[in-house]
């Protein structure tokens, strides 16, 4: 071990599956190196047992839906030096920002038989809207080889290795025809951040935007491409709004369509 | 192949290889430690990949291409060279899209760096068409050229063997014609063939382009080629000639583009384009790359990898400051004016070889002969006005 320090790493959970912080726990072969790099201090999901903070990094899964994590999300940034938020629903919102089209009391009254217990904020909003959020990284889930990047990039003081380019350059390096050309299969992958290593045009399926829109996504275009190939208006809709329904290019295209 | 060689009278001396003896062409490569690359269906389209046999090859299929689509089809049952081209180049077996350049290790406080053995292989890459024959020619002026050689794509180079196939069908986006690259394999191959399908006769005219491809040959059941077997051969090739679906008119091309830097051409593309970078990973001639620094775990092991790059991502033109060419206007603009225009005065040719393939795989189907086009016409009325209002002064 060169390096001087062990920081102590804590692990933060808001609205969310729980998939991509089970992200380290699936780490398998690299996860003791991790646990030797850092100090795994707070990890619920993980351990029972709690170093106290603060923090010299955290990684936050989850969005914000209630009041109380919307206060809950600043005492976790007074303990963390540098905070990472991870996934979708931490970048964006997640797939729980569909109720930010609508009205969230209607929703409720729909999904819960006692509706009146339920407290929730109208809208899914992700870490960068309530705290300063030193790095996010995407994904639905994230790639566990680019989290394992990004801390190995905080412990060397260098910038992560993940790209904000389209998920169509992934596809070219290993070498998959392109679905959308040979297939006539709808791909979103040209408006979509690389990341998942283009796995699924990899087995014929278009993209899903699973780590949401790359850095210069022209959406119009490739809605367009896909009118072309027969997709209506309702469709688009909901091609845009996934994972990461409420990232701002892709809500703004499947606000278009909506009409 | 290696990089220049004399080709005598002797070794241009044209042979016939019938069908049936294909596979000993196959084998006689192998004998000689050469591992096949050539092209194989995968995933609905033509791929080049490992082949050890006839059978891998796309026997019995053709493609259709147009501007954003690509399909595979059933062609001449028989032919074993009916697809044009695929989504892949030769580009990645010589200048990979991934590789280690070095490691770096920790060792007593102390930084080793580790070379990276370049362990080039040898390989007959078979059915290179007349356009990849040219993209090589460029990779090599771009990347053994100058006073900085690739060392990596140089070691691989020269442990390659290319089998070249004259075309016998153009498609619907090849414009190769126009680029003088083709479809007939002039230069820079071991052993050229022309596939010959008649009704009762399938054979290959066989040219070999240096010692290497004649000895192979020597190693095949051959004979001496008749003038009926040559003319045949030439008519397959001048009618694949006639039949470009496309076009580019070069005449004072790189010219016009240059007086076209502002023209309002390049906002209309930008609104089409999707900047996602398929073209230039397509191209058999884009060379760019990025280079990633890595470290471990453990801290105590660094890595420096290069990868292929675009021109379309943010991070290509990234310096103190912001993105240099943040618009997909200024991005698209820089390919199109790097393949057409400042290729030319950067290396001395062209960096287009007319290949179509970023025109079929665009998702959204932009076609650089038809911007190209525009900006001529452009141009040429624009040179109208001026000629009118000189002579109406």
Redo the contacts between chains.
Sequence with gaps: MQRKSRPKLAIWKFASCDGCQLSLLDCEDALLAVADAVEIAYFPEATRTVVKGPYDLSLVEGSITTQHDAERIHRVRRASKVLVTIGACATAGGIQALRNFKDVKTLTSLVYATPKYIETLSKSTPIADHVFVDFELRGCPINKAQLVEVIIAYLDGRKPNTPHYSVCMECKRRGTPCVMVAAGTPCLGPVTQAGCGALCPAYQRGCYGCFGPSESPNTRAISEQWKAMGKTPQELVQVFRTFNAYADAFRKESDVHEG | MRMTRASTEKSRSQQVIERRDFQLLLDALMAKGYRLIGPRA????L?YDEIAAVADLPVGLTDEQER?????KAGDPERLFGCGL???SWK?YLYP??LRLWQAQ?QNGNMTIVPEPHAPERLALIGMRACEIQALAVLDKVLLGGAYVDRAYQAQREQVLVVAVNCGRAGKTCFCASMNSGPRASTGFDLALTEVLERDRHYFVVESGSKVGADVLSAVPTSPALEADLQKANAIIEQTAGQMGRSLDTHRLQEMLYASTESPVWDEVA????????CT??CPTCFCTTV?????????TGSRVR??D?C????FSYIVGGHVR?S?RARYRQWMMHKLATWKDQFGTSGCVGCGRCI?????GIDITEEAQTIRAQNEAKQDTGTRRKKTS
């Design positions: 995968r995933d609905g389209a791929v954003g689509t690509y399909r595979l695929g989504p892949h990645k899209p991934e920790r609104a089409r384009c999707l900047t996602c970078g398929n990973l397509v990633e620094d890595y470290t471990d775990l453990t801290g105590e990868r292929w675009s379309f991502t943010m991070d943040a997909a079929t795989w665009c998702p959204v």
